[in-house]
């Protein structure tokens, strides 16, 4: 018998899960200090399964909550002799359910079920080539050599009883093992980084034939069950106010929350004149009248454009930006005096409870501000249907709901809009002018159909003068930097090199459309040390 007949014949479970509403059956991973986890956490997902991390002190806890069919040990900087290596609860091993031990995770299984861990000489790092000598388990489907991709010092020297080798290479001669009785598997390798080659083939083999999971976490099921959870929450007269930004997040959760709860969603959409070219009128379509949702446009434009006058600091345009949304949002909310709940588009990454491996304050490099940042003394319950969702989990269902792809497609935009875009102060004519370039910037590319392996392109306004030449007469305008990143998660980032032809007319449409700008250039830093955002 293979472990996926014994886990998916005789686990009850199976058939309470497909009922409505009911907890999807899903992945615990456990954190034990990688900085992999929301990268397992997503090839878990993108085989359509529920999942979710925990750090190891609440792991048991997570289990219990769970509908558990399985367990993820993530890799970590410790050694398992080591003082400070992490404490793992030995009962997840005694749940009943498959584990899947990665590099560290493996090594502290291996050594609690009996096997020994030793310091090699020197650290593997690096792809390397294994051979499978099992094509079952998490290698099913897969037979001779792999490139895999290694990170570690310490390795398994002796395993545990009841384990066998599934591949070995050079260095490593237990590179992935496994227990078939008890469904226990363990790679030294990294399957959840893409430079494994099929890394994703191990995880998916791991949750559909090891854990027995049909991949059943899709959009119309996930839409169902966060519909049902919002309507238990806000009860059947309850009301919402939703800050509604035209992103993807918000605008997925405001469409959510309307389908649960038809009109008692209220809408506030705060136009503070630094959106892009069109976007007040997308949203208006979109979700008023196409929709029919109730959708109050606020035009807070002076307000914003006054409190920024003569201010230059980076980090006091986004205070300010910051405080005048709260203000602006608090005045329209409290409008809907019956209204007593928040809606938010917060996303699984701001939620995940993170496991600090070095410890320390991180440097704030940007105070990030979010429509969804908004006042805790409004004294509102949070409703937050994205919460347990990765962000291309809510494009999919963003396409599942029907809503426009301008919005769903949309790239991100920050908060603080177009004043984080001019360098220095920010007045209504140089968000004018930015924007008009900003609009020939993404209609050219989108054009070209060359956005969509792009993670952001936009036009900066830098205020440095220069002399220019136009008919006969001198200029002397603004600059325009343009800024076209490639990137997976905005945390570090590369600049893309777009086609000359394509620069040109950018370039060109720039100088000869938009009054303000006479010179057009290319930002060619990459995000470390550069940022994307210029501010
Ligand atoms: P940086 O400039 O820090 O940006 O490299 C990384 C990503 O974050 C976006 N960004 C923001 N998003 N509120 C947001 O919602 C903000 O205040 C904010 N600042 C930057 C930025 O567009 C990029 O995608």
Same mark, same amino acid.
């Given at each position: 018998m293979t472990t996926s007949e014994r886990t998916v014949k005789h686990d009850p479970r199976n058939e309470a899960a497909s009922q409505p509403g009911a907890d999807p059956r899903g992945i615990l991973i456990v954190d034990l200090?990688?900085? %992999? /986890?929301? !990268? +397992? /956490?997503? $090839?878990i997902r993108e085989a359509h399964t529920w999942c979710?991390? /925990? &750090? &190891?002190?609440?792991?048991l806890e997570y289990a219990a909550r769970m509908n558990l069919a399985g367990i993820v040990l993530s890799g970590g900087p410790a050694s398992v002799y080591a003082d400070d290596a992490p404490e793992v609860p030995r009962q997840l091993l005694e749940l009943g359910v498959p584990v899947l031990? +990665? @590099?560290y995770g493996m090594q502290w299984m291996s050594q609690e079920l009996g096997g020994s861990v030793q310091g090699a000489d020197k650290r593997e790092f690096g792809r390397r080539a294994i051979h499978v000598e099992r094509a079952q388990g998490i290698f099913e489907g897969v037979t001779g050599d792999t490139l895999v991709w290694m990170s570690h010092g310490d390795q398994v020297v002796r395993l545990p009883a009841g384990f066998e080798v %599934?591949?070995?290479? =050079?260095? @490593? &001669? #237990? /590179?992935a093992v496994g227990d078939p009785a008890r469904g226990f598997f363990g790679v030294q390798f990294? &399957?959840?980084?893409s430079h494994t080659q099929l890394g994703t083939e191990f995880i998916t083999n791991f949750v559909y034939k090891v854990c027995g999971l049909k991949g059943d976490w899709q959009p119309a099921s996930i839409v169902e069950r966060e519909i049902e959870k919002v309507r238990a929450l806000v009860g059947t007269d309850g009301e919402v106010v939703l800050g509604l930004s035209g992103g993807v997040d918000s605008s997925v959760a405001a469409v959510l929350v309307h389908k649960a709860i038809g009109d008692r969603l209220h809408c506030i959409f705060v136009d503070n004149g630094l959106l892009r070219h069109g976007e007040r009128d997308i949203v208006e379509a979109t979700f008023k009248e196409h929709m029919a949702m109730d959708v109050t446009i606020v035009d807070a434009t002076d307000r914003f454009m006054g409190s920024l006058k003569g201010v230059t600091d980076p980090e006091q345009k986004r205070r300010l930006i910051g405080r005048d949304f709260v203000d602006v949002f608090k005045h329209e909310a409290l409008r809907f005096k019956s209204a007593h709940f928040l809606?938010?588009?917060? !996303? %699984?990454? =701001?939620?995940?409870?993170?496991?600090?491996?070095?410890?320390?304050?991180t440097a704030v490099i940007k105070s990030h501000h979010n429509v969804g940042g908004l006042p805790k003394d409004l004294n509102m319950t949070l409703v937050e249907p994205l919460r347990e969702l #990765?962000?291309?989990?809510?494009?999919? +269902?963003? $396409? #599942? !709901?029907?809503? =426009?792809? $301008? +919005?769903?497609n949309r790239q991100p935009f920050p908060g603080p809009g177009l004043a984080v875009r001019i360098v220095g102060e920010v007045t209504s004519e140089r968000a004018r002018i930015l924007r008009a370039a900003d609009h020939i910037v993404t209609s050219e590319i989108e054009a070209a159909g060359l956005h969509t392996g792009l993670w952001q392109y936009f036009a900066v306004l830098l205020p440095l003068r220069s002399v220019g030449v136009m008919g006969d007469a001198r200029t002397y305008e603004y600059t325009c930097a343009l800024r076209v990143v490639e990137s997976s998660d905005g945390m570090t980032a590369d600049w893309a090199a777009l086609p000359t032809e394509l620069l040109r007319k950018i370039s060109s449409r720039i100088s000869n459309e938009v009054r303000g700008f006479n010179r057009v250039v290319l930002d060619i830093s990459s995000k470390p040390p550069a940022t994307i955002e210029w501010e």
């Open positions: 200090g990688t900085q %992999y /986890a929301q !990268l +397992i /956490a997503r $090839r979710e991390i /925990a &750090p &190891p002190r609440k792991a031990g +990665i @590099c %599934y591949a070995s290479s =050079d260095t @490593c &001669p #237990f /590179a990294h &399957p959840e980084v809606g938010q588009g917060t !996303l %699984y990454p =701001d939620v995940i409870e993170s496991v600090a491996a070095h410890g320390g304050n #990765f962000k291309d989990e809510v494009r999919a +269902i963003g $396409r #599942f !709901l029907g809503i =426009d792809a $301008r +919005i769903v």
